[in-house]
């Protein structure tokens, strides 16, 4: 009698698993959303520094603040064309919503070179953080600009207090 009470809690352990496993693999449709625009950067050009140019090697940018995204909603988030992400391997972006849990909202960085076409790189699921308000992931830089598509998936509108971007050069 123990062992079949014991099979039935086991088994309704793991559908419920299911549910959340499969709850949380529901994320942004960045295949039918449209590109950020397409003017990466058109028109200009880069130049490599020499001896007497100094190169920017490292930045941190505040891409947004205290700013509210209906559910269902993105919004991009441009790095300005001033800054540039050519000496950089890596770029850490971070999120703040200090009174609203950032599970539903989802972060996606596109990166282009000078005239192409932005393209998502990666897909960062936000209630992956360790904190419910507040986290950050590192990306890999695939272009000299970027923009930060910050999707917000929940039930609600979201007061996002900080969208941050940080990155070093070699």
Same mark, same amino acid.
């Given at each position: 009698?123990?062992?079949?009470? #014991? ?9 419920? #698993? ?19 625009? $397409? ?10 520094? *020499?001896?007497? $140019? ?8 505040? #891409? ?63 209630? $992956?953080? *360790?904190?419910?308000? $507040? ?14 598509? #910050? ?20």
């Amino acid at each position: 009698m123990k062992m079949k009470k #014991l099979t039935i809690t086991l088994s309704a352990m793991v559908f419920s #698993l299911g549910l959340v496993v499969q709850a949380n693999a529901q994320g942004p449709s960045i295949d039918t959303d449209p590109p950020p625009s $397409q003017d990466a950067g058109a028109g200009s050009s880069f130049v490599i520094p *020499n001896a007497t $140019q100094q190169a920017v090697t490292a930045g941190t940018y505040v #891409l947004g603040r205290n700013f509210i995204i209906p559910p269902g909603r993105y919004v991009d988030f441009k790095l300005p064309t001033t800054y540039s992400l050519d000496w950089s391997s890596h770029v850490a972006i971070s999120i703040l919503a200090p009174n609203y849990a950032l599970a539903g909202t989802f972060i996606v960085p596109y990166f282009a070179a000078p005239g192409a076409f932005y393209t998502a790189v990666d897909l960062i699921d936000c209630s $992956q953080f *360790n904190y419910f308000t $507040q986290g950050g992931a590192l990306v890999p830089v695939y272009g000299t600009y970027m923009v930060v598509r #910050l999707y917000n998936l929940s039930g609600g509108p979201v007061t996002y207090a900080q969208l941050m971007a940080h990155w070093s050069g070699h």
